[in-house]
């Protein structure tokens, strides 16, 4: 039978798994595969593997439980092999990339962070910097008519938006950075010009959330920073 794969620990790690169910419909119990320095926490794969809420809360609640206790790599959800002696395989095959992961990881967290900005604020700001951008609005009110204006407008606040945006959001990852010990990435969302990461040890989670805080006073209202976490370190394994 198919193993669904939680995370991946160190083999002194406690693996308190007991009031902890597994994903699926009638879930299978929680076990243990050990080899000698890693075991990973698994169960039975269910047939047919949706990302139902309730699976998704079952996942995550084995890894907010088990990174309560000691260093974990989180799996992300569906992670599914062909069975147990093959999680047993990669164990031992991978025995020294997992210890420098879970060493990495030891006593840290993930916290997501997505900043958007007020499209009309921006226009505005764009129109008011930017001569070039209020001669051709000027000129397309005063001419509906005038197509290749409309477009030359149209490029324009595109490039102005997406500059604008690239050098907000390298200002405020920037600004962050030193808060947390590393960052990932994900690249801008279709509503947040700012999506990334941050792994922030457990006992600077306190000054890594005010120092969000005061970015997101300083930028004022026409910003929403949205702060999410801790969660498990997906973006660091």
């Given at each position: 039978?198919a193993?669904?794969?939680?995370?991946?620990?160190?083999?002194?790690?406690?693996?308190r798994?007991?009031?902890?169910?597994?994903?699926?419909?009638n879930?299978?119990?929680?076990?243990?595969v050990?080899s000698?320095?890693?075991?990973?926490v698994?169960?039975?794969?269910?047939?047919?593997?949706?990302?139902?809420?309730?699976?998704?809360v079952?996942?995550?609640s084995?890894?907010?439980?088990?990174?309560?206790?000691?260093?974990?790599?989180?799996?992300?959800?569906?992670?599914?092999?062909?069975?147990d002696?093959?999680?047993l395989?990669?164990?031992?095959?991978e025995?020294?990339t997992?210890a420098?992961?879970l060493?990495?990881?030891?006593?840290?967290?993930e916290?997501?962070?997505?900043?958007?900005?007020?499209?009309?604020?921006?226009?505005?700001?764009?129109?008011?910097?930017?001569?070039?951008?209020?001669?051709?609005?000027?000129?397309?009110?005063?001419?509906?008519?005038?197509?290749?204006?409309?477009?030359?407008l149209?490029?324009?606040?595109?490039?102005?938006?997406?500059?604008?945006?690239?050098?907000?959001?390298?200002?405020?990852?920037?600004?962050?950075?030193?808060?947390?010990?590393?960052?990932?990435?994900a690249?801008?969302?279709?509503?947040?010009?700012?999506?990334?990461?941050?792994?922030?040890?457990?006992?600077?989670?306190?000054?890594?959330s005010?120092?969000?805080?005061?970015?997101?006073?300083?930028?004022?209202?026409?910003y929403?920073?949205?702060l999410?976490g801790?969660?498990?370190?997906?973006?660091f394994v």
């Amino acid at each position: 039978m198919a193993t669904y794969i939680y995370a991946i620990t160190a083999a002194d790690h406690p693996l308190r798994l007991d009031g902890l169910v597994g994903v699926g419909e009638n879930p299978s119990e929680l076990r243990v595969v050990r080899s000698g320095r890693h075991a990973a926490v698994v169960s039975d794969a269910p047939a047919e593997l949706r990302a139902k809420r309730r699976d998704l809360v079952a996942h995550q609640s084995v890894l907010e439980r088990l990174m309560t206790e000691g260093a974990a790599l989180p799996m992300r959800f569906g992670l599914v092999g062909p069975d147990d002696d093959q999680v047993l395989a990669a164990l031992e095959q991978e025995q020294d990339t997992y210890a420098q992961r879970l060493e990495e990881l030891d006593g840290r967290l993930e916290y997501n962070l997505k900043v958007a900005r007020d499209e009309d604020s921006l226009l505005r700001e764009i129109l008011t910097e930017s001569d070039e951008a209020r001669r051709l609005r000027d000129h397309t009110r005063s001419n509906p008519d005038a197509h290749g204006e409309k477009v030359a407008l149209g490029e324009l606040v595109s490039r102005e938006i997406e500059a604008r945006s690239d050098a907000a959001a390298e200002r405020i990852a920037g600004q962050l950075a030193p808060a947390a010990e590393r960052s990932s990435d994900a690249g801008p969302t279709k509503a947040h010009f700012l999506n990334v990461s941050y792994l922030v040890a457990r006992d600077d989670a306190a000054a890594f959330s005010q120092a969000v805080h005061e970015a997101a006073e300083k930028y004022g209202d026409d910003y929403t920073f949205t702060l999410n976490g801790p969660l498990p370190p997906y973006s660091f394994v």
